[in-house]
């Protein structure tokens, strides 16, 4: 019997990735979370971090992640291959995050994301 099952990743205005799958695993603000075939319905939100879909890596910024019925569905406006993130688009985003975090007027809860988003550019290569 497949361990797969369905995926896909869409953004307001296109398809990121549609496909079967084996596993996925997701940054959600309860920690890396992995899905494979058969895993309990799920319902819950993206924090900034890499989705990692075989060997295919999606930056996110935030976003909805549901599963059920061997479906995994991921709804994100700033969802994009790695492959599709140039050196010096990376690094504009993460001179912004970094100017963002260093000001005073910055939430502990957007310094918590900020934080993520940092480290997760710091990882893209």
């Known amino acids: 019997m ?3 099952f369905k995926i896909e990743i869409i953004s ?3 398809s990121i990735y549609s496909g079967k799958i084996v596993e996925a695993i997701l940054p959600c603000f309860e920690g890396q979370v992995t899905i494979l075939r058969n895993h309990i319905p799920l319902i819950t939100f993206l924090r ?3 989705i990692t879909v075989g060997n295919e890596n999606f930056y996110v910024e ?3 992640v549901e599963f059920s019925d061997n479906n995994l569905l991921i709804l994100s406006s700033t969802a994009q291959n790695i492959k599709n993130i140039s050196s010096e688009k ?3 985003m993460l001179k912004d995050a970094e100017n963002k ?3 005073n007027q910055v939430s502990d809860k ?3 994301i900020l934080n993520y988003k940092i480290d ?3 990882q893209i290569n």
């Open 12 to 14: 307001p205005d296109n």
């Open 62 to 64: 935030e976003g909805t």
């Open 110 to 112: 957007q310094k918590y």
């Open 120 to 122: 997760t550019l710091k």
């Open 101 to 103: 975090i260093s000001k």
């Open 90 to 92: 990376k690094n504009i």
């Open 48 to 50: 900034p971090g890499l």
């Open 2 to 4: 497949s361990q797969e």
